[in-house]
């Protein structure tokens, strides 16, 4: 697609319910990352993928978190057992191999756990 | 370790002001660096970048010269305008992509 793709844009969940969050990266991006934002931050690194590979998921924060690329394109941001702590915005980006050029980032799921 | 440190906001100035948003890093190695913009209710957008010791980036009126003797990346602006209004994130990108905090920047007419 001509951009990177975030559904839904807005998503409120029950403390204790799971959440997925969907990230459709520009064609051709084999590198995609997943950030946190919360509110008045800048994005915190979550994960990157490599084609299918998950490289590093250093970011998540724990094991509710977890997230998958099972096909190189397509990716879940999967969020278990909510928290209140996991309210924010997450934001999705991806890349060519040669990062250089910068990230292309979606407009972001704003979650918010009550 | 690789990090960012930018200017705290928030920051308003009036139309056609002179606008400096100070960006210095700490980083391993050579990395690029970047200027993001952020909208309200969108997600980050490139502003400009620059891949080298005294590159300078440039987009919409905005320049930033990548200094690596005082390892900074300051963003300015000669002339602001309304719809510069927005958060601003400093970047440096070198085994991943770090972002400073982020500066709020209000221009009123």
């Known amino acids: 697609g001509a951009g990177v793709s975030q559904s839904p844009r807005y998503k409120v969940a029950k403390r204790g319910q799971d959440v997925a969050l969907r990230c459709d990266p520009i064609?051709?991006?084999?590198?995609l990352f997943w950030y946190q934002q919360a509110l008045g931050q800048g994005p915190e690194f979550l994960t990157y993928f490599q084609n299918e590979a998950q490289l590093d998921k250093s970011g998540l924060p724990s094991d509710r978190f977890f997230a998958e690329r099972p096909e190189g394109s397509v990716s879940t941001l999967k969020i278990q057992r909510t928290q209140q702590e996991d309210s924010a915005v997450y934001l999705c980006?991806?890349?060519?191999?040669?990062?250089?050029?910068?990230?292309?980032f979606g407009s972001g799921t704003r979650l918010t756990v009550v | 370790g690789n990090s960012v440190t930018q200017m705290e906001g928030p920051v308003t100035l009036s139309e056609e002001a002179f606008l400096t948003i100070n960006c210095t890093y700490t980083?391993?190695?050579?990395?690029?660096l970047f200027w993001y913009v952020q909208y309200p209710g969108e997600g980050l957008q490139l502003l400009l970048k620059?891949?080298?010791?005294?590159d300078k980036g440039s987009n919409k009126g905005f320049e930033a010269t990548y200094r690596k003797e005082t390892t900074s990346f300051h963003l300015e602006k000669g002339s602001v305008q309304v719809s510069d209004s927005a958060v601003y994130f400093c970047?440096?990108?070198?085994?991943?992509?770090?972002f400073g905090a982020g500066t709020r920047l209000t221009v009123k007419p």
């Open positions: 064609s051709g991006h084999v590198s």
């Open positions: 970047a440096l990108l070198n085994n991943d992509m770090r």
């Open positions: 980083a391993t190695g050579y990395p690029s």
């Open positions: 620059a891949t080298k010791a005294d």
């Open positions: 980006a991806s890349s060519r191999r040669d990062r250089v050029y910068g990230y292309t």
